[in-house]
């Protein structure tokens, strides 16, 4: 079944890049949204699997309408699709519930493999993100957390183990699969495992436990 996608983009031009980009990608486009507050009418009535949302919006932020969108329709998979990549627009999306987070001048192709991999479990990110973030949780300065448990950090395998430290670098999916030599869908499975070994359920949470493992 196709993926169902939402999008909202107060630019006329780059919504409709971007509906053309979902739509010649074999998914479908059920609501193109000017605003928030649109958005918000439309998409509780025809709910989309994933939604690309435009940060910097007239009225509601898109993060607002994240955080909005996220308690009522919990399901709805949120990518920022933005020109921002301060650290504190970044946390607050994610705060709100977005579950990637792209840079508008990121390729037609990695838009929509970020819907993808957003609708198949994923976190994705651009690279610049993805290693922002990273250090944001290194610099945060948290109480220590508890390791996981031996028996979930032995439960890895050593190719596993690579993969997670390549997405704690920051790198993305493709990334990842040029460095160890293997398919992105290779890729993909090893994540879904570390993913089941260590009881989480974003790259974000895998990466963060990451931080308390002896990787070596």
């Known amino acids: ?22 739509a010649g990608a ?3 486009c059920v609501a193109p949204c000017a605003s928030a507050e649109d ?3 439309v998409l509780m009535r025809d709910t989309p699997d994933v939604v690309l949302m ?3 919006l007239p009225g509601m932020s898109g993060t607002e309408c994240t955080r909005l969108l996220k308690a009522s329709r919990p399901e709805v998979q949120v990518v920022m699709l933005t020109s921002f990549d301060d650290t504190e627009s970044i946390a607050a999306s994610l705060a709100a519930g977005a579950t990637g987070y792209v840079l508008k001048r990121a390729s037609g192709a990695d838009i929509v493999q970020a819907v993808r991999d957003v609708h198949d479990g994923g976190s994705p990110m651009s690279g610049a993100i993805a290693r922002k973030v990273v250090q944001m949780f290194g610099a945060a300065q948290r109480p220590p957390r508890p390791a996981p448990a031996p028996s979930l950090v032995d439960a890895l395998t050593d190719r596993e183990r690579a993969v997670l430290t390549a997405l704690s670098e920051g790198q993305q999916y493709k990334e990842v699969a040029d460095t160890l030599g ?19 359920n974003t790259r974000l949470e895998a990466v963060r436990k990451a931080g308390h493992m002896n990787m070596h």
Do not use: C, Q, W
């Open 39 to 41: 958005a918000l009418d």
């Open 54 to 56: 435009d940060l910097n």
């Open 182 to 200: 293997i398919s992105i869908n290779t890729v993909r499975k090893h994540i879904k495992a570390i993913y089941e070994k260590l009881h989480v």
């Open 1 to 22: 079944m196709s993926v169902r996608v939402g999008i909202v983009e107060d630019d006329p031009r780059l919504r409709d890049v971007f509906a053309a980009l979902v």
């Open 26 to 28: 074999g998914m479908v």
